[in-house]
């Protein structure tokens, strides 16, 4: 992208950052069904200007309430994933406090999950419940944290719970595995060496990042939605995270390599004698 090409992305993405934040803040107030569809199309208009396409394997779940349960290696999971379907997201606390970002992630209705304080996991889950409960897609970000975008960490199962609090008010919860890939940068084939420039992970810092993006664009990133697992009131979340972490480890592969796997069957979730 040539610097006035970039400029003129820029100053597209405030103008329609400025009008789209008092538009989202007044559907947020009123309760209007415009508060789920805003942040899509902002995401959608952002990939563009930032020369990102998605191609989308499978499709979302319409089964309610649903937990949409992914990997993650960059920020730009953010846009991706809400530019596909109308999702709303659970993020680190400290994300709540960063200028713009946090304030976008706000009005998302984002969940923020305090970390270093294991005794709120109890009431974070219940949120997320509610918010599932509501009609809601909540994206957990399985490994709680992000990685390289060439492996899947290990997921971690204390949120995986949320699922089962919802469980008061209907007879059953859906988790649906989902994987984002990023596989071509201008045309050609990432490989491992070359997915650091998609993928946001460790220390780095943010805004590099994301001018280096802006500068170079031409991204290709492959999501994929696997099958529905159907969740009971007594279904173990360690089952269930180990789960939804093979379905998406699989999908990930596959798509890294060009192929397509949608995780197989769709089963209820077993209970796991204990």
């Known amino acids: 992208m040539t610097m006035p090409m970039k400029a003129l992305a820029l100053v597209v993405w405030a103008i329609v950052t400025l009008l789209g934040i008092p538009t989202q803040w007044i559907a947020l107030k009123l309760g209007l069904p415009l508060l789920r569809v805003v942040p899509m199309y902002y995401h959608r208009l952002c990939l563009m200007l930032l020369g990102i396409r998605v191609s989308v394997r499978g499709a979302p779940a319409r089964e309610r309430p649903l937990m949409l349960v992914a990997n993650h290696c960059s920020w730009i999971d953010i846009p991706v994933l809400s ?16 200028p713009l970002i946090g304030l976008l992630a706000r009005l998302q209705r984002t969940v923020f999950v305090d970390r270093t304080r294991r005794q709120s996991t109890s009431a974070v ?44 008010s209907a007879s059953h919860g859906y988790v ?11 045309g050609l084939p990432m490989g491992r060496q070359f997915r650091s420039w998609a993928a946001w992970y460790g220390d780095l810092d943010l805004l590099p990042h994301f001018l280096r993006v802006l500068r170079d664009g031409a ?3 492959v999501v994929t939605f696997g099958q529905v697992i159907a969740v009971e009131a007594d279904a173990d979340r360690k089952l269930l995270a180990r789960r939804s972490e093979d379905a998406v480890r699989r999908m990930t592969a596959a798509a890294l390599a060009g192929r397509i796997e949608l995780s197989g069957e769709a089963v209820p979730l077993p209970v796991e004698t204990r």
């Open 219 to 221: 991204i290709d990133v």
């Open 83 to 98: 530019s596909i379907t109308p999702v709303m997201f659970i993020a680190k606390s400290e994300i709540a406090g960063w």
């Open 125 to 168: 889950n219940r949120e997320i419940a509610a918010r599932m409960t509501e009609g809601d897609g909540v994206v957990l970000f399985g490994e709680g944290q992000a990685g390289d975008g060439n492996t899947v960490l290990p997921f971690r199962t204390a949120l995986f719970g949320a699922i089962r609090d919802v469980l008061g």
């Open 176 to 186: 649906q595995p989902v994987s984002v890939a990023y596989t071509r940068l201008h």
